[in-house]
RNA sequence: GCGGGUGUGGUGUAGCCUGGUAUCACUUAAGCUUGCCAAGCUUAAAACUCGGGUUCAAAUCCCGGCACCCGCACCA
C-alpha cells in the first residue's frame, strides 16, 4: 500500500499522546484538576512496567542471587537525621519583598563564607543581615529565612509528637536492616540487596511529564562490599561489554571502551563499578532502550549527593535532551557510618585475615564492689567513664598520674584499687571494617518514559498517512501475541477463540498475556496491535477450516508465515525466547514465508 | 516559585480578535459489509480546564485557581 515511507521524528508529544489514547499513562487526578508531579500508569502501562520489573528483578535477584526486600515508604525523622536527608534536603530559602524573586540563602552569601552550605539558619540570617545582602535581582530587601525540605512530612499516630516522611529513597531501608541481612548471609561480603518500592520527593517544580515527578516508582540495589577486595565473581562474565562512557575530565568526550579497558585505563573506580554500570547497560537494552541513544556520565565533583563518593548515570537521549535514567554511586561507607553512629549499634562486618596477626589489647575493669559503696548512685556513671578512657589518660595513669573524671560537673578522684589496667597480646584472625556500598539507582518511570519513546517509530508516506509501531522487545510487550479471525463469520471466529485459549493456556503465569479482537477489518486490528508494541499476531482464516494452521504476522518486519498448531509451542519460544526472527525461523522450519506484495 | 505561552469529545483540531451553547478528521461502539495490513456504508456515543465577574446572552471579554509547554531558579 505504501510505497515510500518516511521516517518521522517521534516527540514527546507523540508519546504522550500515545500513551494515553492506548491506556499507558494517565495524568493523576485528572477528574479534580490533576497535581503535577503525579502520573498514573494505566492498563497497558501497567503490564509495561510489571514487565520491566519482572525483568529487573530476574537479573538481580535470580542473575546475581541477591535479596529482596520490601520495606515501608513511612520513615521515623530519626532515620533521616542520621542519612544526613534532613539537613542536606533542606535549603533555607529567601525571597525578595520588592520583587518577590526566590533565592537559596547559602547561595546569596556564597562570596561571603567559604563554606555557606554548612550554615544553619541563625548563621545565614545572621550573615544576611550583618553583610547587608540584598535581592540579587532588584536590590530589594529579603524576607525572613524559611526553611524547604524536599521530604514529604507527616506524623506518625495520633499527635504530632513523632514526625515522619515519606522516604526520597528506599535504600535507607536497606541499610536500616544491615544486620539482620549480613547474619542471614551467613556473615559473607560482598551480599547485595534490592528493593523495588515507591519514593517521594515534593519537587519545587515538577516538568517533562513523567521525567520529574513527586512519587516515583525505583528499583534499587545496595552491593556490600569489602573495600579490600575490588574483585566480582561475575565481572569476567561482562567484561567485553562495550560502553559509552563521558567521564569527569577537562576534556569532556564520549569514550567508546569496553569494561575492561575503562577499568584498566582508569576511567571507571573499580571493577565492581565497572561490572554494575555494565550490567545496567544490559538491562536497559534488553528494555528496548536504543544503544545509538544511550551513554554513561560521570558526576562533576560539585553535583554529587551528600553520601556518593563517585557517581556514574546512565543517561538516555530523549526529545528533552539527555536523561539521568539510572544513577550508580559508590557510597562509601557513609550511610553504614552514620547509622552506626546515630544508633550506636555496630554494623561493621568481619574479614578473615589471610594471616592471623598478634593485637595489643588493653583490657579496663572496675572494681564495683569497692566503688559502690563510695560513690553510690553515680558509681555507674563513673565506671562508664573509666571503661572509655582512651589512649592518653591510660598512659597517664600508668606513669603514675592520679585519675580524676569528671561526672556531674564534679571532678572526681579514684583511688588506684577501685580499677585495674592489663594489656594482653592477642591472636586476632579476623578485623572488623565499614563495608561500602555500590548503589544502581533506577528510576523506572523515567526508563519507561525512555524505553517508550526509543522504542516508537513514526513513518509518514506520501499521502500524509501517518502509522505508528511501538518496536518494544518481546519481553516488555503488554501483550506478547494477538488472536484474530480474518472475518467475523463463517465459524472463524469460533476457532479464532479456541486458538487464542490454547496459547493462553500455554502461556499462563508467565506473565505475557494474549488478545483476542475481532472487530474492524484486519488491517486496522494489526495497526492497533502495533501501537501498543505486540509482536505477533496469529490470524485464523480460511485454511484454518481445512487443515488447522493459521499465520503468524511479524510486528516489525510484517511477514508471515503460515504454521500449525503443533507448532505454536515452540514457534513462539523460538521467536519470543531465544529471538529469532520470523524469516530465520521459517528457513530453519521449512516454512513459506509469506511476503507482503508491495 | 517567578516570567512567557497554551488549555475545545479518547486523539488532533476549527470557532475566540468582531459574544448568540460548537467545525472537521481520526478513534470508539452496534449493524451491514470485508478473503491479510488503519477500505466502505448506516447509526450511535463523546468536548468548550475549573471558579468568579461583565452581559439579556460567554468557548469567545475581564479576574483568579489548576494543569501542560518553554525560560529562570531548583533537581540530594
Redesign the pocket.
Known amino acids: 500500500?505504501?510505497e515510500k515511507q518516511n521516517i518521522a521524528k517521534t516527540t514527546?508529544?507523540d508519546v504522550?499522546?500515545l500513551a494515553?489514547?492506548r491506556g499507558f499513562l494517565y495524568?493523576s487526578f485528572d477528574l479534580y484538576?490533576?497535581?503535577?508531579?503525579f502520573y498514573d500508569w494505566g492498563p497497558v502501562g501497567s503490564l509495561l512496567k510489571n514487565n520491566f520489573l519482572a525483568m529487573w528483578r530476574e537479573a538481580y535477584v535470580e542473575g546475581e542471587g541477591f535479596f529482596e526486600i520490601d520495606c515501608p515508604n513511612v520513615t521515623p525523622e530519626v532515620v533521616f537525621k542520621a542519612s544526613g536527608?534532613l539537613d542536606?534536603?533542606t535549603?533555607y530559602m529567601t525571597?525578595c519583598n520588592k520583587?518577590?524573586?526566590?533565592?537559596?540563602a547559602d547561595?546569596l552569601v556564597a562570596e561571603l563564607h567559604p563554606n555557606p552550605d554548612s550554615l544553619g539558619k541563625e548563621e545565614l540570617a545572621g550573615l544576611i543581615s550583618e553583610k547587608g545582602v540584598k535581592c540579587p535581582e532588584c536590590k530589594g530587601d529579603l524576607t525572613e529565612l524559611y526553611a524547604f525540605n524536599?521530604?514529604f512530612k507527616t506524623n506518625i499516630g495520633p499527635t504530632s509528637e513523632r514526625p515522619g516522611y515519606l522516604r526520597?529513597?528506599t535504600a535507607q531501608g536497606i541499610f536500616l536492616n544491615f544486620r539482620n541481612l549480613y547474619i542471614h548471609n551467613r556473615q559473607k561480603l560482598p551480599m547485595g540487596v534490592v528493593q523495588i518500592g515507591k519514593?517521594f520527593?515534593n519537587?519545587?517544580?515538577?516538568?517533562?511529564?513523567v521525567i520529574?515527578v513527586r512519587e516515583f516508582q525505583m528499583a534499587e540495589l545496595e552491593l556490600f562490599v569489602d573495600p579490600e577486595n575490588p574483585n566480582y565473581v561475575n565481572y569476567p562474565l561482562l567484561k567485553h561489554i562495550s560502553l559509552s562512557l563521558l567521564p569527569d575530565t577537562t576534556e569532556k568526550e564520549i569514550l567508546s571502551r569496553t569494561v575492561e579497558e575503562a577499568v584498566e585505563e582508569g576511567i571507571i573506580d573499580s571493577k565492581i563499578l565497572a561490572y554494575f554500570v555494565a550490567l545496567t547497560q544490559e538491562i536497559l537494552l534488553k528494555a528496548g532502550l536504543d544503544p545509538n541513544r544511550m551513554r554513561f556520565r560521570q558526576h562533576e565533583a560539585h553535583?554529587?549527593?551528600?553520601?556518593?563518593k563517585d557517581c556514574w548515570d546512565a543517561e538516555a537521549l530523549t526529545d528533552?535532551g539527555w536523561v539521568e535514567i539510572v544513577g550508580i554511586a559508590d557510597r562509601s561507607c557513609y550511610d553504614l557510618e552514620q547509622h552506626m553512629k546515630h544508633s550506636g549499634v555496630d554494623l561493621r562486618a568481619m574479614r578473615q585475615l589471610a594471616e592471623p596477626k598478634m593485637v595489643k589489647v588493653r583490657k579496663i575493669e572496675a572494681d564495683m564492689k569497692k566503688m559502690g559503696p563510695v560513690f553510690r548512685g553515680r558509681a555507674g556513671k563513673i565506671r562508664d567513664k573509666i571503661l572509655a578512657l582512651d589512649d592518653d589518660a591510660v598512659a597517664a595513669v600508668e606513669s603514675g598520674q592520679p585519675l580524676i573524671v569528671s561526672v556531674d560537673n564534679e571532678r572526681i578522684s579514684i583511688s588506684t584499687d577501685m580499677f585495674t589496667i592489663s594489656q594482653t597480646n592477642e591472636n586476632r584472625s579476623i578485623e572488623r571494617f565499614m563495608p561500602h556500598v555500590i548503589e544502581p539507582s533506577h528510576g523506572v518511570d523515567r526508563i519507561l518514559y525512555c524505553v517508550l519513546e526509543h522504542s516508537l517509530k513514526r513513518t509518514v508516506d506520501e499521502s500524509g498517512?501517518?502509522?505508528?509501531v511501538l518496536h518494544l522487545p518481546p519481553v516488555m510487550a503488554p501483550y506478547l501475541f494477538a488472536v484474530f479471525p480474518?472475518?467475523?463469520?463463517?465459524g472463524l471466529t469460533d476457532n479464532a477463540r479456541e486458538l487464542y485459549n490454547l496459547i493462553k493456556n500455554e502461556l499462563r503465569g508467565r506473565g505475557s498475556l494474549g488478545f483476542y479482537d475481532e472487530?474492524?477489518?484486519?488491517?486496522?486490528r494489526?495497526?492497533?496491535m502495533?501501537?501498543i508494541g505486540t509482536p505477533y499476531c496469529l490470524?485464523?482464516?480460511?485454511?484454518t477450516l481445512e487443515d488447522g494452521s493459521?499465520?503468524i504476522?511479524e510486528r516489525d518486519s510484517?511477514?508471515?508465515a503460515r504454521i500449525n498448531k503443533k507448532q505454536v509451542r515452540t514457534a513462539l519460544r523460538d521467536l519470543v525466547d531465544h529471538g529469532i526472527s520470523l524469516k530465520d525461523w521459517s528457513k530453519k522450519n521449512g516454512v513459506k514465508l509469506?511476503s507482503?506484495?508491495n
Open positions: 500500500m505504501t514527546y508529544s504522550i499522546s494515553r489514547r495524568p484538576g490533576g497535581v503535577a508531579g536527608h542536606e534536603f535549603d525571597s520583587c518577590s524573586q526566590h533565592f537559596r547561595h524536599l521530604m526520597p529513597e519514593g520527593r519537587e519545587i517544580s515538577p516538568r517533562q511529564g520529574r553535583e554529587m549527593a551528600h553520601y556518593a528533552f498517512e501517518e502509522t505508528r480474518l472475518m467475523s463469520r463463517d472487530s474492524g477489518s484486519i488491517g486496522r494489526y495497526s492497533r502495533d501501537e490470524t485464523v482464516d480460511y485454511q493459521f499465520t504476522r510484517k511477514e508471515q509469506i507482503r506484495d
